[in-house]
Nanobody, 116 residues
Framework: QVQLVESGGGLVQPGGSLKLSCTTS????????LGWYRQAPGKQRELVAT???????TFADSVKGRFTASRDNAKDTAYLQMNSLKPEDTAVYYC??????????WGQGTQVTVVS
């Protein structure tokens, strides 16, 4: 069974940094592209970053210049480095395939809370 497991969230002050991890239960190159999604309370889930099999990345305008995405194929893990965090980045962060996520791949996500 294919699973994606997110980790690395936490509580951080504005301006702080966190690095999220997404570990796959299969060879990460199985996925043409992985996406980082987030869902804030009362809001729809949104795609904030993608990283392709070839490590090309895209970012939502709201995080561009602050977030970077990377992957370690040997560890079957994708990462989201989040810098200069803002309160509006507070959300549960998930990874899934991109640009069309698969319902059965949604995991529990990892909570990111940015508060003074």
């Amino acid at each position: 069974q294919v699973q994606l497991v997110e980790s690395g969230g936490g509580l951080v002050q504005p301006g702080g940094s966190l690095k999220l991890s997404c570990t796959t239960s299969v060879n990460i190159n199985t996925f043409i592209a992985l996406g980082w999604y987030r869902q804030a309370p009362g809001k729809q889930r949104e795609l904030v970053a993608t990283i392709s099999r070839g490590s090309s990345t895209t970012f939502a305008d709201s995080v561009k210049g602050r977030f970077t995405a990377s992957r370690d194929n040997a560890k079957d893990t994708a990462y989201l480095q989040m810098n200069s965090l803002k309160p509006e980045d507070t959300a549960v962060y998930y990874c899934n395939v991109a640009p069309q996520p698969l319902d059965y791949l949604w995991g529990q996500g990892t909570q990111v809370t940015v508060v003074s």
